[in-house]
């Protein structure tokens, strides 16, 4: 079992270091955020997600797992370091590497065993983990022999612990087969496959794999929008394609686009890296425009159906980018409130878990309740947003009982046509019929 540090503690970072304790190692995880390293240090995990607060309790507790502010302290004994903080768009779209450089300049001061391999998890830019070894190679206090090796990270926020247990592969890129080896014996207890590449190729792996997924769900959309005009359903579209195992039922959920923290600024980086080799990447840029007007559909719908959205009440059910998790970052709930706000109209939403992460996001332009009941009490609309259990599992009479005039754009698909069908509710989806009923708006 090796011992092991790692830099950041987000979503990435902290679930690493817990699963990799939680196999066995001994793990530090070091963050320069004071606040979030005392809670940690009790127990308590500064994001939602779920499991994570009990894997973490066991195994602060059985001593394989600790947290600190010093990279010091971290990287005293570490003989493997991972690099997880943040790598947020710039302005242009590419990716933002300060925090890996500074990353990589605490790394050089501060570690003091020969033979360190320094794995970066973060998301970064194809050539990064050179730049990464060149950075610390500068600024090295004395002699040490250290290598780098990507290993990009595929887990999905809400499902993390899972998918870190579970993944489909892991993927080790190295320049010599030392270093990917001694990656390649830590993952061994999770017992997943293990392909091993150069590093270049594990950087591209990252990106081209998030933008092939967005890519499935920009295309998606496109067909619901067309399914909406020729009158076909795609729930059983997606359903019919997804039987062809060349292409796999997963993704295909016509929605009102992705958001989250790394489709929409991966897909943007990845444009930029071929744009730096003068390769201009026409596909992806559509699937970025789709998304950006997928994620608007919904007021869109509810301008052509109201004409006017000028103070009409509109009630947000769901604002994380998606569920199971308190991430608000790029969720299309932002831009909806923002579209809606400027028409006029009234927004009150509600979430289970995100409202204090929305917000800081969306701030007071929209009014915040604490219950589905409270959102829809005298609403005009009802526009669905994230698919929380709680709102899939609403008893449909809610929406009849609490609003003015039940009239529902459902941005996620959650009810069956069928289903609907038996309330007296408006119903407008994705990609599926509109159910209309003689709902008369005052
Ligand atoms: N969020 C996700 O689901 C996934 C994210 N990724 C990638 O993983 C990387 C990390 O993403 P998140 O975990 O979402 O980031 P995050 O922004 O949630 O967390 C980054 C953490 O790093 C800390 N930090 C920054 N500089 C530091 C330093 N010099 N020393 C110690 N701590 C430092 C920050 O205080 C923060 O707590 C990104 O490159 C992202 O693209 C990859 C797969 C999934
Ligand atoms: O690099 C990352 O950060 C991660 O990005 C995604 O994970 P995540 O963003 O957490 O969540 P997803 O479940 O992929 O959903 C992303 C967005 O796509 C949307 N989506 C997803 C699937 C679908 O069929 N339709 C659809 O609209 C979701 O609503 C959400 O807004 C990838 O799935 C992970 O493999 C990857 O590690």
Sequence with gaps: MKNIAVVGTGYVGLV????????????TCVDIDEQKVEKMKKGISPIYEPGLDELMKKNIENGRLHFTTSHKEAFKDAEVIYIAVGTPQKEDGSADLRFVEQAAKDIAENIERDGVVVVTKSTVPVGTNYKVRNWIKSHLKK????????????????????????GDRIVIGADNERAASIIEEVNKPFGIPIFKTDIHSAEMIKYASNAFLATKISFINEIANICEKVGANVEDVAYGMGLDTRIGPQFLRAGIGYGGSCFPKDTKALVQIAGNVDHKFDLLESVINVNNKQQVKLVEKARNRFGSLQEKKVALLGLAFKPNTDDMREAASIVIAKELVKDGAFVVAYDPIAIENAKRVIGDEIMYANSIEEALHDADIAMIITEWD?????????????MKTPVVFDGRNCYSLEEVAKYNIEYHSIGRESILRNVVSI
Aim: net charge negative.
């Design 16 to 27: 690493t270091g817990v699963c990799l304790s939680d196999i066995g190692h001994d793990v």
């Design 143 to 166: 002699d040490i022999h250290f290598d780098v090796v990507s290993n990009p990270e595929f887990l999905r926020e809400g499902s993390a612990i899972y998918d870190t247990f579970h």
């Design 390 to 402: 709680e709102i899939k599992n609403l008893s449909l009479d809610t929406f009849v009982r609490c």
